[in-house]
């Protein structure tokens, strides 16, 4: 017979999504809630592997105002949560090379400056004196938004992880749920291979692994794992401390100041759907010819360490919040690889979601799970 506990919530996964939503319904007063988290830590998933970017800088209004409520959330971070967070603020600069993303992102930055941020367009010359070390003939024109930056993710995810906990939501690591219960249309129970958890409500956070954990309800959850990769590079003296972080967005390529070196990824156009987050030495080397091309003086550095992690990608890259036919049972995920940023909004639009019965933030009644098969599908430009 297993140990059984009866709680308010359950939440699957302990990334950013679990862990703000855990916190974000502790901090409404819900104090009975359990965060299960497969492996023996939490935020090892997508956001332990991520790259740490946040920006205002996106294609749909949607993802816009999304940062522009999450953004603000990591300014306050350390305040409200008590945890450094290591943000820097240090801008992104998108590179255009093609004549049809001139189009697209300059329509983006008005939309963008609409919206409330700051974007700035930029001609080719004004982008070469920016970053001089850059090789950048090809560059057309691009944008930059001195407001975008980096935030370690392991801080923000162990900043809600200890404030969940200190409002009293029990957090098990080491604990995969194995199987979910559904009576009569209503979920009722979660199950790991030691325990069983009675809870009328559910929340599905497990990023990558949502259309597996989906299958356990019978819930087709269109979010598919692919591997991204990046690497960081020894010390680099000639980088100057404001170095932004760089975008060559026909590329999927980036770079930006990390320790005293350098981080770059580039996303493989062709890598399969999987779990695998092993390297890929291949790519590596495709990535590391297109890196030097961009800044020639990486030939000189060496290698300090390397990751893969999974992006979470829906069919158009946009997230997926809320409700599902199951009564209790809901879901927040597939982010598509820019998920880290909104985990602080994301956490708190699913506390009113579950406890009010819809976003009073900001509408995201577009980004439920009903869109995949009522075909509302949104575009998004700026996925790297
Ligand atoms: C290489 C890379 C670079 C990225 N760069 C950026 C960036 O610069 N900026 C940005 O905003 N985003 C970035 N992202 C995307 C970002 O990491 C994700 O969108 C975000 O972290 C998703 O958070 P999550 O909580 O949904 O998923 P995760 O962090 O993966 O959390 C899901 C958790 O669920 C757990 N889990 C799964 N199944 C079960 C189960 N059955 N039982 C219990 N637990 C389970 C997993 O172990 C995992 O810990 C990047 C991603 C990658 C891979």
Redesign the pocket.
């Known amino acids: 017979m297993k140990n059984s506990t009866t709680a308010d919530a359950i939440i699957?996964?302990?990334?950013?999504?679990?862990?703000s939503t855990a916190y974000h319904l502790a901090s409404r007063g819900q104090r009975n809630i359990i965060l299960?988290?497969?492996?023996e830590y939490?935020?090892?998933?997508?956001?332990?592997?991520?790259?740490?970017?946040?920006r205002y800088q996106f294609g749909t209004e949607v993802n816009v105002r999304l940062s522009l409520l999450s953004l603000p959330m990591l300014d306050r971070f350390h305040d409200e949560i008590g945890q450094d967070i290591s943000l820097r603020k240090m801008g992104y600069l998108f590179l255009l090379t093609l004549p049809e993303e001139v189009q697209i992102f300059k329509h983006n930055v008005e939309m963008q400056n609409r919206l409330g941020a700051q974007t700035q367009w930029l001609s080719g010359d004004e982008i070469r004196k920016m970053v001089p070390l850059m090789r950048l003939d090809d560059v057309l024109a691009g944008s930059f938004n001195p407001m975008d930056g980096l935030v370690d993710?392991n801080s923000v995810?162990m900043g809600y992880i200890g404030a969940a906990q200190r409002l009293g939501v029990k957090t098990l690591t080491s604990?995969?749920?194995?199987s979910i219960s559904i009576q009569s249309g209503n979920v009722t129970a979660v199950e790991?291979p030691s325990e069983l958890f009675y809870a009328p409500v559910v929340v599905d956070?497990?990023?990558?692994?949502s259309a597996?954990?989906g299958a356990m309800v019978g819930l087709p959850v269109p979010v598919t794992p692919i591997r991204?990769?990046?690497l960081t590079t020894s010390a680099i003296p000639e980088l100057p401390p404001d170095f932004p972080f760089v975008i060559d967005f026909a590329r999927s390529l980036y770079f930006h100041t990390e320790g005293p070196g350098l981080l770059t990824?580039m996303s493989n156009p062709n890598q399969a759907s999987g779990y695998d987050q092993n390297i890929d030495p291949d790519w590596e080397l495709v990535h590391m010819e297109a890196a030097i091309d961009r800044l020639p003086l990486l030939e000189h550095v060496g290698l300090a360490s390397r990751?893969?992690?999974?992006?979470?990608v829906t069919p158009d890259a946009h997230p997926i919040f809320g409700k599902t036919p199951i009564d209790g049972y809901y879901i927040?995920?597939g982010?598509?690889?820019?998920?880290?940023?909104?985990?602080p909004i994301a956490g708190k639009l699913m506390a009113e979601i579950i406890l009010d019965g819809q976003a009073s933030s900001m509408d995201i009644s577009m980004l439920d799970y009903a869109r995949f098969t009522e075909d509302r599908l949104i575009h998004e430009y700026n996925v790297v």
């Open positions: 699957i996964g302990g990334g950013v999504m679990g862990a299960l988290e497969k492996e939490f935020g090892t998933g997508a956001t332990g592997r991520c790259a740490g970017g946040i993710p995810v604990s995969p749920v194995v790991t956070a497990t990023g990558p692994w597996q954990t991204r990769q990046w990824g990751l893969a992690g999974l992006y979470e927040v995920t982010f598509s690889g820019h998920g880290f940023m909104h985990g």
